[in-house]
């Protein structure tokens, strides 16, 4: 195809789909592409929702899920729940190529990191500080999405034994809407296909929450031969349908990728009609597409796309 190599990324994160398309245009693989991709958005803390210093849990800490995955072999190495380092996808690929395993969890995902060379440090900034102790005090999170959903039952501040069953519900979803993972596919001429992501999860999540963006079929998945999706949202509700997985499964059906997105954030809907959340797929002739669940508030998913028929990283919706 020729408007192969191809590199997709959800939201505007245009930096990243430039670190990923660099990385393929000076010889790098697939999967040099999606990491440095999500890295790039690690480093620059994109939307405070990807890397340090964002998305406190309840305890203030703010920690990393990341997966990557090698649509060839169908490798894969995840993260989730990562502490004190700061390259989540890179201690994802480190798991893909340095065990045999597929998914490092908490401490002791950090403690592999470590051995495999990566820098401990605090992942705390002022930023997150500041968005850990507005909470304690009962405050949401200031962000440009907040009151878009405005949910009395979901009010801000720790949790509460003695408060109603509703406002029992631990790490309340407030600020839901303002959590943008990147999700990166990335495909050149040769056919060769990798995603990945790379997220700081939720704010004010109960510690040891895992999202779906380390989760295979959820947060990403890459078959060589059928095509790469990228999922964004929700995890908590959209990891319980596999939506990455889905998308490539029906443009192996032969699905176009836009109906594939469509369809599998159809499902979500089904069963959430107010989630929040969007995909991105791609086939493995590089024709791409996107969905979103239309809500109030949320009717329009930016994503990123670099192929050979522009110059630059264009924004799409
Ligand atoms: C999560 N899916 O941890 C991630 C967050 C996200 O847009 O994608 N926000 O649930």
């Not at 803390?45 to 703010?62: A, K, L, R």
């Not at 959820?218 to 990228?230: P, T």
Request: aromatic share 6%.
């Amino acid at each position: 195809h020729t408007s192969l190599p191809l590199v997709i990324n959800t939201w505007p994160f245009k930096n990243a789909t430039a670190a990923a398309w660099r990385a393929l245009q000076s010889g790098g693989s697939v999967l040099d592409a999606v990491e440095k991709g999500c890295g790039r958005c690690q480093i620059e803390q994109c939307d405070g929702s990807v890397g340090y210093g964002g998305s406190p849990d309840e305890s203030g800490e703010t920690t990393l899920d990341a997966m990557i995955m090698n649509g060839d072999t169908m490798e894969v190495g995840a993260v989730a729940d990562l502490r004190r380092i700061k390259n989540a996808i890179g201690v994802a690929r480190a798991v893909m190529e340095h065990t045999d395993h597929t998914l490092l969890v908490g401490e002791s995902a950090s403690v592999f990191a470590e051995n495999m060379g990566f820098i401990a440090e605090d992942l705390t900034t002022n930023n997150s500080v500041n968005i850990f102790s507005q909470w304690l005090k009962g405050n949401c999170q200031p962000n440009y999405r907040k009151n878009v959903f405005p949910d009395p039952s979901k009010s801000c501040g720790p949790y509460k034994p003695s408060a109603t069953l509703k406002q029992n519900m631990r790490a309340q979803h407030a600020n839901t809407h303002s959590h943008d993972t990147i999700g990166m596919v990335a495909l050149d001429q040769d056919g060769h296909l990798a995603a990945g992501t790379s997220t700081n999860g939720l704010t004010h999540k109960v510690p040891g929450r895992v999202g779906d963006s380390p989760i295979v079929g959820a947060g990403a998945y890459a078959d060589s031969s059928a095509g790469g999706a990228a999922a964004t949202g929700d995890g908590d509700l959209m990891m319980r349908f596999l939506p990455s997985y889905l998308a490539v499964e029906l443009m192996r059906a032969g699905a176009d990728p836009s109906a594939a997105c469509k369809t599998a954030i159809s499902r979500i809907k089904r069963h959430y009609s107010e989630f929040f959340g969007a995909i991105i797929c791609a086939n493995t002739t590089g024709h791409y597409g996107a969905a979103c669940n239309k809500v109030p508030g949320f009717s329009q998913f930016h994503f990123m796309v670099w192929n050979s028929e522009s110059d630059a990283p264009r924004l799409k919706s």
